[in-house]
């Protein structure tokens, strides 16, 4: 059962992917039911969508098989943005684009995003979230290589943009036509790029030693 974790309990969704073999691809639409209802509310829209796009639905927090939280629970809108965000990330709407990777990658993603324990995933991002250490980028001394999406919904590329001005040596490439998964939908184009960037720094490194000796 395809569940999307979140720092208060866990979102059950669905996916939906018949889309015909050699289709022109075409953005997925992520069903959201409303208060009062469930995921199974779609159902009857699918036969006229699924041979062109990817489905996916949800059960909304306090419904269906998602988590149901106490009575006493701070219902807010900003926590159903997140639960939107989430599911859409867990459903692979958010790291990649439709035709970026193959059925088999999409699944093998999918499962690992599923099999890891959820306190493993949420304790991890709490370390991360509040944490600024741009006051110390500035002793970073190695040169440093930043690939970022175009598209990542998590990091706008102007965030990237100000971490490469702040970082002593550094080179950034965005990644047209990416998202947030860039390093597996790309990875043959981010490897060539880290290789070509080591490549140059150790010509640099080498010429700056020969140029000492000779000195």
Not at 17 to 32: K, M, N, T, W, Y
Not at 42 to 71: K, T
Not at 101 to 128: G, H, Y
Not at 139 to 153: F, Q, V
Request: aromatic content about 8%.
């Amino acid at each position: 059962m395809p569940l999307a974790t979140t720092r208060q309990g866990s979102l059950h969704y669905e996916i939906v992917d018949q889309v015909a073999s050699g289709r022109e691809p075409r953005d997925a639409i992520l069903f959201h039911h409303g208060i009062g209802a469930s995921a199974g509310i779609w159902s009857g829209w699918y036969p006229a969508l699924a041979n062109a796009h990817r489905l996916v639905s949800f059960d909304m927090r306090g419904y269906g098989r998602s988590h149901v939280p106490a009575a006493d629970f701070k219902w807010s809108l900003e926590q159903m943005v997140e639960d939107l965000f989430a599911v859409a990330d867990a459903a692979g709407l958010l790291r990649f684009h439709d035709d970026a990777l193959s059925p088999d990658q999409r699944a093998w993603f999918a499962a690992q995003q599923e099999k890891w324990p959820r306190a493993s995933i949420l304790n991890a991002l709490r370390v991360l979230i509040g944490t600024d250490l741009s006051p110390r980028l500035k002793e970073i001394g190695c040169p440093t290589l930043l690939l970022h999406p175009d598209g990542s919904p998590f990091i706008p590329v102007p965030v990237m943009a100000e971490l490469h001005r702040l970082l002593p040596d550094a080179e950034l490439n965005v990644i047209g036509h990416s998202r947030h998964g860039l390093p597996y939908s790309h990875a043959t184009l981010c490897a060539s790029l880290l290789r070509a960037f080591l490549d140059r720094k150790s010509r640099y490194e080498r010429t700056a030693r020969i140029k000492e000796v000779a000195g």
